[in-house]
């Protein structure tokens, strides 16, 4: 029976692109967490009483398929299906709140329309659901990123690589983050390189700024640095033509990281 199951998995794996593998499994988790949610916005409704919630419990179970029709075609349509949360971002969650106040609106108009054919849904529990649904959603892809960004390389410290990125600004702060979230990346930013030194021992989102360009040689030694960053054409070429001579001496590989297009 297991060797049946493995065969037939693997056949319908290879028929299904892998592109819309990921959207199933996306919609099979929210399809989940959609549900789960709903009772929960009831039980929080109805303070967690047994009997009221057996009570009601036929008017979950006739308007849990309204919902959950409601919520995914939305969150379909507005894109949360189509990638993995490694890649969560400020916009995301942002995306997140939308689909969670667009799913709302919908099913206080469905709630409205069907009144009491359905036995009568409490007006909150859909606020209650909405607020559970940012509130879950943004907590787990939140997660993904403190446990891709932070913990595993905690646990994973002998297959990264130690680097400095050069500059002290916001936009190289963001820029560390970027780089921790790729997952072929395997180098982590232990610090920055100030232009003058004059941040030393502030931090940038938890990271450190170590020193100045001229204390390259004595960071990368006590640090265990591998490799420089440096973003196209955030430093003078002379301090450039500094660097380079300086990492050349002590053999320290320097990438240059091109600038996003505008």
């Known amino acids: 029976m297991i060797d049946l199951f493995k065969k037939t998995s693997l056949h319908f794996r290879g028929r299904i692109p892998r592109g819309a593998q990921n959207t199933l499994a996306l919609a099979l988790a929210h399809f989940i967490a959609f549900s789960l949610i709903y009772w929960?916005?009831?039980?929080?409704?109805?303070?967690?009483?047994?009997?009221?919630m057996t009570e009601f419990a036929g008017t979950i179970q006739n308007t849990l398929p309204i919902l959950l029709a409601?919520?995914?075609?939305?969150?379909?349509?507005l894109g949360h299906f189509h990638g993995w949360w490694f890649y969560a971002t400020i916009r995301d969650l942002l995306s997140l709140f939308v689909a969670a106040v667009a799913s709302l609106i919908l099913i206080l108009t469905f709630n409205y329309m069907l009144g009491d054919r359905v036995g009568g849904v409490p007006?909150?529990?859909?606020?209650?659901?909405?607020?559970?649904?940012?509130?879950?959603?943004?907590?787990?892809?939140?997660?993904?990123?403190?446990?891709?960004?932070?913990?595993?390389?905690?646990?994973?410290?002998?297959?990264?690589?130690?680097?400095?990125?050069?500059?002290?600004?916001?936009?190289?702060?963001?820029?560390?983050h970027d780089m921790h979230s790729i997952p072929e990346f395997d180098c982590r930013i232990k610090g920055f390189l100030s232009c003058d030194?004059?941040?030393?021992?502030?931090?940038?989102?938890?990271?450190?700024?170590?020193?100045?360009?001229?204390?390259?040689?004595?960071?990368?030694?006590?640090?265990?640095?591998?490799?420089?960053?440096?973003l196209a054409g955030s430093l003078p070429g002379s301090k450039m033509r500094d660097l380079m001579d300086r990492c050349r001496k002590i053999e320290l590989p320097l990438s240059v990281i091109p600038q996003a297009p505008s």
């Open 197 to 230: 030194g004059s941040r030393t021992g502030a931090r940038l989102g938890q990271i450190p700024v170590l020193g100045s360009l001229d204390d390259i040689e004595k960071i990368a030694a006590s640090r265990g640095i591998s490799e420089v960053f440096v």
């Open 70 to 77: 409601v919520k995914l075609t939305v969150f379909y349509f």
């Open 40 to 52: 929960i916005a009831f039980a929080v409704r109805l303070d967690f009483d047994r009997a009221e």
């Open 123 to 176: 007006r909150s529990v859909p606020l209650i659901d909405a607020t559970l649904t940012i509130l879950f959603l943004g907590g787990i892809r939140a997660s993904w990123r403190v446990i891709r960004e932070e913990l595993l390389p905690m646990i994973q410290q002998g297959d990264y690589r130690s680097a400095v990125l050069v500059g002290t600004d916001n936009d190289t702060a963001r820029l560390a």
